[in-house]
Nanobody, 123 residues
């Protein structure tokens, strides 16, 4: 069992930056991957970025070149640095992981989710 707690959301103007954090507590020893998702009202949940141990990172086309996902193992924390924010980035952002050891290729692989942190970007 692992608990995920996101923070760092807020309101910014277009072009601004935010850094989201996701602290994992509990047994996450088997987790090979973590990811950030986002969802806004009326839209499907979108995977934004994925961090896979020893494999690397992947990003949605909509955020490539603007967002950076990283992990600090010593702090059990996943980050999402978001630069050049756009109004369309407005959403609730969630971190997630799979404690069963998959590589998280599919959304159904994720079995642990945080409560989310709201990001609002104004034009």
């Amino acid at each position: 069992q692992v608990q995920l707690l996101e923070s760092g959301g807020g309101s910014v103007q277009a072009g601004g930056s935010l850094r989201l954090s996701c602290v994992a507590s509990g047994n996450s020893d088997r987790s090979r991957c973590m990811a950030w998702f986002r969802q806004s009202p009326g839209k499907e949940r979108e995977r934004v970025a994925t961090f896979r141990r020893t494999v690397g990172t992947t990003y949605a086309d909509s955020v490539k070149g603007r967002f950076t996902i990283s992990q600090d193992n010593a702090k059990n924390t996943l980050y999402l640095q978001m630069n050049s924010l756009k109004p369309e980035d407005t959403a609730m952002y969630f971190c997630a992981t799979d404690t069963r050891g998959s590589w998280c290729w599919n959304e159904a692989d994720f079995n642990s989710w945080g409560q989310g942190t709201q990001v609002t970007v104004s034009s």
